[in-house]
């Protein structure tokens, strides 16, 4: 099934946040945000194969949920677009996923130590994160999710949560938007580096589940406020 | 009671404020800063509901100390105003307030641990932190001071000093004009990291009370050193 | 034996080199980067004497392997142009060497600790690093590989890696091409950074040999897109 | 006695020094460098009481030993510039003095432990460096050098050494020549971050005495090359 053309807002977004992760250091030349077609649930928006500082509208392209491009034209795409499909199809509530190899993230991930809410601003990791341990599900690997079964077994990992570790990899956020998602990608990195901190400096006091469920609540109503000054500072698409 | 128009020196030093705090890294998109208006004790100046780093002259509100705004027409206002209004009812010494997630900060919250002054820049804590334990007033919230109740607490919680901490969330620091406490929430900073640092190293000596109190009187008399700098970076309103 | 002129192509993609790892922050004022002669494998092309992002065409130099240069005229030369020279001489491989003192790596050659690959990024360090401990060779001196004994030296402990860490002194990483060792010098202090994090947080799960290997020979693939990246970030050549 | 007008190009330097110190982090609105006068040894040059970063022609100041500006004219002059003063008349060698609160060095003074040094590029601090702990001298303080008597003793705890850790407030670091005297300031930063990091992960070896002082006479001829860059970074004086 071919999906209609993509709404032209959507791209836009999705490009503007290639760009913001860029500048808020989530994505270095390496990671992806991608976000679900919005009139098919079927297929996903995910730039071709290249640095996210440099994506621009031409550069968005279709897939459908088994990571086949439909508009790629011979063009390069991402060897682990399978994150993004599977977690599409496992998780109705996705509408958006962003995978990096957020730098304060990923010793949490080589440590196979969970994630946990260290302030108000993550109560979205109140449930903590999920670990995806590769070389248990198929040995020795070059790390990559790059099929299908490796997706799903990554989706499995991140169950119903909203951000799953990668040991020896990255991580992957996920949320209901394009602006959710990134803003969770944003403060994942936040809240690694100030946890890292605080189990230097003593016994850490988490949010608890009661209150990182409210604070997120409250927090999703603010998100906003950050994606207006974020996108101010990218600046407009040529 | 409808306070006179504010002092429009006043408002274009809290705009400045707003963005100097951004360039030192210590609010995001998040955090606000406020003045008690000049010639109205029980009013205040806070920026309407956004990216402090935005902030421009006509999004300047009045509010009384209970948080209601005079002239938001209908603006959304930040939901941590009591933050402001309870403290500058609880401390008649205090003119200014910012609030933050200035990060160094949050692990010494998130252990409650107390910041200590570290260097004579940072006498001004030598009284040490007040710590907020929202859990303790309130049970399972949603972290924020919402509520003119909450205000009070935290008001409680910061006491006579010039900080205090809140756990799980950030701080609020004060001052006796807007430059005070701009240059104190910027040195919270620094010496919550540097705190965090040398006791890494090793048993650290902190400022004795006597050598804070009087590094504190000294380095009052230097704030608009940093304050021209400061302004100069972020450069002319427009 | 006098080398033909050097191919523009690579003199230009010598100074792009230098241009990026001073913007990556591998290399401040010191550090170097060379490329073998396309056309003479016993030559290479390096700077003259200057800091790494003030070099320009006119500022790359031709060596033999003994670390003369036949095209000096005078100009000063890097005193540990032998470290180059001689990495050539022993890793046929070898088509580009960064010799830095990129800051995250001093710390584990101050401590002899090797570093261990902690993401598939760094796949190229699976057989972990080598250390040069010049006091062994030479007791006490400058630290600096200044003469082709050293340089000799130097290549015996980084054997057939991809890194060797210079006690007291820095790090030198060898690459197939200059994009190659680029990205590796970028790469390996990243790892350095992130393997101290994770040292800090608990006992560390590095990538296992297969792991590495395999993430290596796919993470090659992908190099052009951090060149393109960090090649428009440093402009176009004057 | 008057001595005669300042060099132009010692007073440009002095201008440049300043603007390099702030590009570089080791001074922030705080921080002064001085020079030994070229004509006059008992005569220094130093900026008028401002931030580091604003200093221009102007602004430089002459100063006896005393700590007495010749040429004030009213404006304000720093409070420890008895530092400047008492070192150069202790220390004939020296001509160039920056004090900073370079952010890494403060803990190591918290933790009375000296720096040592961790590679090459500081092989300048072989010796060690003093400790200034004016509780000893004085009592409480404001815990600035701000007289004569105080600049004597932090004088005698820099004795022949390079730089001079102050307790609770910063460091002090000396040259032959301002290019010196900035580079070491520098390195002196980089240093403690590095040997802060080296400790967190294990027992360090540092350079021994004889490396250290082969290493500081060899870099010695290297700092041009990190001058030229600094100063190009800071553009021309306006």
Known sequence: ?????????????????????????????????????????????????????????????????????????GRRVYLERFIHGEIYRARPDVHSVVHSHSPSVIPFGATRQPLQPIFHMCGFIGEGTGLFEIRDVAGDT???????????????????????????HGSTVVGASVEQAVYRAVYTEVNAKLQMQAIGLGKVVYLSAGEAAKAAATNETQVPRAWELWQREVGPLE
Chains 1, 2, 3, 4 share one sequence.
């Open 1 to 73: 099934m071919i999906p209609p053309v993509p709404d032209a807002a959507l791209v836009d977004k999705v490009v503007v946040a290639n760009h913001i992760l860029y500048r808020q250091g989530v994505v270095d030349s390496f990671g992806h945000v991608s976000a679900r077609h919005a009139k098919s649930r079927d297929h996903f928006l995910l730039a071709r194969n290249m640095a996210p500082a440099l994506v621009r509208r031409q550069d968005i392209l279709t897939f459908d949920l088994d990571g086949n491009a439909i508009d790629a034209h």
């Open 142 to 168: 070059d790390m990559l999710v790059s099929t299908n079964a490796l997706g799903v077994a990554l989706a499995v990992a991140l169950g119903t949560r909203s951000a799953v570790l990668m040991r020896g």
